[in-house]
Nanobody, 120 residues
Framework: QVRVVESGGGLVQAGGSLRLSCTAS????????MGWYRQAPGKQRELVAA???????NYADSVKGRFTIARDNAKNTVSLQMNSLKPEDTAVYYC??????????????WGQGTQVTVSS
């Protein structure tokens, strides 16, 4: 069994900051990519930022320069520091881990989501 659990999120004014954290645990052999996605009401889920095991990062254009993703491979954790938040960043944020367990091949595992609301 694999669990992906997020923490952080909440309500913040425009221009403020929030930090999201996520931990993957369970029968994990290796983790390839960890990332954050978000889904706003009426919109499709979109990639916010992702980081590979070697540290290569990928950001959505809309968050470049404002968000920073970081990963601790030893602890199977990933964080997302969000600065200069805008109302359009309001969404449910989901943590994703693309990983391999000892019994299965590589699959995507998702957290339950955490709400981020940015007021204007």
């Amino acid at each position: 069994q694999v669990r992906v659990v997020e923490s952080g999120g909440g309500l913040v004014q425009a221009g403020g900051s929030l930090r999201l954290s996520c931990t993957a645990s369970g029968n994990i052999f290796s983790i390839n990519v960890m990332g954050w996605y978000r889904q706003a009401p009426g919109k499709q889920r979109e990639l916010v930022a992702a980081i590979a095991g070697g540290g290569t990062t990928n950001y959505a254009d809309s968050v470049k320069g404002r968000f920073t993703i970081a990963r601790d491979n030893a602890k199977n954790t990933v964080s997302l520091q969000m600065n200069s938040l805008k109302p359009e960043d309001t969404a449910v944020y989901y943590c994703n881990a693309r990983l391999r367990t000892y019994s299965l091949g590589e699959n995507d595992y998702w957290g339950q989501g955490t709400q981020v609301t940015v007021s204007s």
